[in-house]
């Protein structure tokens, strides 16, 4: 049985920017399909519809006809906002998956690396 002890003393930032970037894309995929699928659930069920009826029966009044939220429940508002809040998580995971293989970099040349020991399986 052979073993090999390895120290990993370096990372690519541009290889840790790269991979970062992809996986960070993957997860906007699949929060945005999450989001979308989950939106159509809750529509289909009437969930809206029925906190819009809640709403503007509990804040009506004689004088007004209470609140309307209905249009904070469009789809292409809900989408929109999972769209931004994804393009802004695949910028910031990929900067600070970069700024952290960089300090990594300048922690290993002070401290020394991480040690890995590898073994062959039977």
Known sequence: RRRANLVVSRLEPWSVMKFSFVVSLVC???LFVAVA???GALSS???FTAVQH???SVTSSQGSGGVNISRWF???RILGYAGLIG???VVLITALSTVGAVLYNVATHLVGGIEVTLEEAD
């Open 28 to 30: 906007f995929l699949i």
């Open 37 to 39: 699928v989950l939106y």
């Open 45 to 47: 069920l009437g969930v």
């Open 54 to 56: 809640t709403l503007t």
């Open 74 to 76: 469009s789809a292409s």
């Open 87 to 89: 393009a802004i998580n």
